[in-house]
């Protein structure tokens, strides 16, 4: 239980600025969610650290007793596509042939190799690959590359099984070597259906018979777990623009159609001769009557819209006759809370409680410090799993923090929920604390209270956030950090 200062009059302070805030930015769930990224996983400064010593991070983890509480996903990153799509905010490298792949999967293997010993006694629950384009590799290199992974690692028979390819890359070889390595999920990027606007992105290598052959021959190679991605956001995809290529996706029946809210590149921005600010304005001219749009009319398309805005940036879709997996997913544990193992360059893994770290684009070497790593408090842990049950689920369990933390969540933030209560937002019973109906924007708003700790103590404003993120939050909460109140961690 935490000590000291009387915080309601702060955190009353604190509730009017972010209500201004947010209020002032039409309650911008995705930019203030960002700068809150920002603020609780990048304030603190990263340290480049050898193979060696990230392998005692995992060790120390993996000693205490309740580390096997938390989830496991084994990642694996392929940063090569055939060409760069421009809107794209991936780190990838272009080949034209597998053969550019070949020694960046022998270094693969060498780094599954040297961490696969620490990690005998893990199942893992989730296995992911993707990139970059895992099916620029030729069937020969994903057997082989799989076969190595599943000789190194255990994961568990119920494991989701994901990877992603591109319907131009895609052949049934491929899909019934991966399929044969125990994947049961594959994602497809598609972006569009419209042959100019793939032109446009230099994305022209796939047409609609490409994506229609892909997902054909994913069901002949035995995947009933199939994924499509739409893009949303791109000049000159209008409301009746996208919702055609919706159609055409949707009439292909994947399981999930997942739209993701496009990424402003620089070289997309040149291609396309556009400014941020030009690019915003359609943004807002096209986006909100586009997602009226899917909104009505997904349904009658067969898949469900769930909670779409046009402020989520991302969504997925389900098809009505696959809810039961929506339902799954959300009893399936939190991402905030699963350790990932990434392995190959830019791949992102996660230590629970201790650190964050980046694989660099550097050749892989167990001596040299290729890790970018960031350290990771067991306060911002707890603050990282609540945004996320308050942004995913809108209900934190008891039972289920003290399993993961080893505290009791009403005694850690016995002031938050107060706040929340006088507020008449919570309702709380002996198991746990639910938000009433809101809106995710909503939750997003009213689950900031939590972040007062990790706000307070992150020390922005003095040294570490670019002057562009300090000027917004200066602007917009409109106090410098020494208002906010320090206190026990
Ligand atoms: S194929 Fe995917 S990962 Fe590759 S450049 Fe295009 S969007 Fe990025």
């Avoid at 990263?46 to 060790?59: C, Q, V």
């Avoid at 639910?434 to 922005?460: K, M, T």
Wanted: aromatic letters at 10%.
């Amino acid at each position: 239980m935490r000590t000291g200062v009387d915080l309601a009059e702060p955190l009353a302070g604190f509730r009017r600025r972010l209500a201004e805030t947010l209020v002032r930015s039409g309650l911008n769930f995705r930019d203030d969610l960002r700068v809150l990224d920002v603020l609780l996983n990048k304030a603190r400064p990263p340290r480049a650290r050898r193979a060696g010593e990230i392998l005692s991070l995992w060790k120390a983890m993996l000693a205490e007793p309740t580390s096997r509480e938390r989830p496991f996903q084994l990642y694996i990153n392929i940063p090569y596509c055939r060409q760069k799509c421009l809107f794209c905010k991936f780190p990838v490298r272009l080949t034209a042939a597998p053969d550019g792949v070949e020694s960046y999967l022998r270094e693969l293997e060498a780094e599954a190799l040297f961490f696969a010993p620490t990690f005998d006694t893990v199942r893992f629950d989730d296995f992911c690959v993707g990139g970059g384009t895992p099916s620029v590799c030729s069937a020969r290199q994903l057997r082989d590359l799989f076969a190595s992974v599943r000789s190194s690692f255990q994961i568990d028979p119920g494991a989701r099984c994901s990877i992603e390819f591109h319907p131009a890359s895609t052949t049934l070889e491929k899909l019934l070597v991966v399929r044969r390595a125990g994947f049961n999920r594959v994602s497809f990027g598609v972006q569009t259906m419209d042959a100019a606007l793939l032109a446009r992105i230099q994305r022209d290598d796939q047409d609609e018979a490409s994506v229609r052959d892909a997902v054909r021959r994913a069901r002949e190679a035995g995947f009933d777990n199939v994924s499509l991605e739409l893009v949303l956001g791109l000049l000159g995809d209008g409301p009746r623009q996208f919702m055609e290529s919706f159609r055409r996706v949707a009439a292909l029946r994947p399981t999930t159609i997942s739209v993701n809210q496009l990424n402003l590149t620089a070289a997309y921005m040149k291609s396309e001769g556009v400014s941020p600010d030009e690019y915003r304005r359609h943004c807002e001219s096209v986006l909100p009557e586009t997602v009226a749009e899917l909104r009505t009319l997904a349904p009658a398309f067969g898949y469900d819209a769930g909670e779409a805005s046009p402020r989520h940036g991302i969504w997925t879709l389900y098809a009505l006759d696959a809810l039961e997996l929506r339902e799954r997913k959300a009893l399936a544990p939190e991402e905030a809370t699963t350790n990932v193992l990434g392995l190959g360059q830019y791949a992102w893994s996660h230590v629970f409680a201790r650190a964050w770290y980046e694989r660099l684009p550097r050749a892989y070497h167990p001596d040299r410090p290729i890790y970018r790593t960031h350290p990771l408090s067991r306060g911002l842990e707890m603050a990282r799993y609540v945004r996320d049950r308050l942004i995913k689920r809108s209900r934190i369990d008891f039972p289920h923090f003290r399993s993961l933390f080893g505290e009791d969540f009403r005694d850690r933030y016995a002031l938050e929920l107060r706040l929340l209560d006088e507020f008449g937002k919570v309702r709380m019973d002996s198991y746990g604390v639910d938000f009433l109906p809101l809106g995710l924007p909503e939750r997003f708003f009213y689950g900031s209270v939590f972040f007062l700790d990790q706000i307070s103590s992150a020390g922005f404003g003095r040294r570490t956030l670019s002057e562009g993120y300090l000027a917004r939050l200066q602007r917009d909460l409109g106090c410098p950090s020494s208002e906010y109140p320090a206190r026990a961690q």
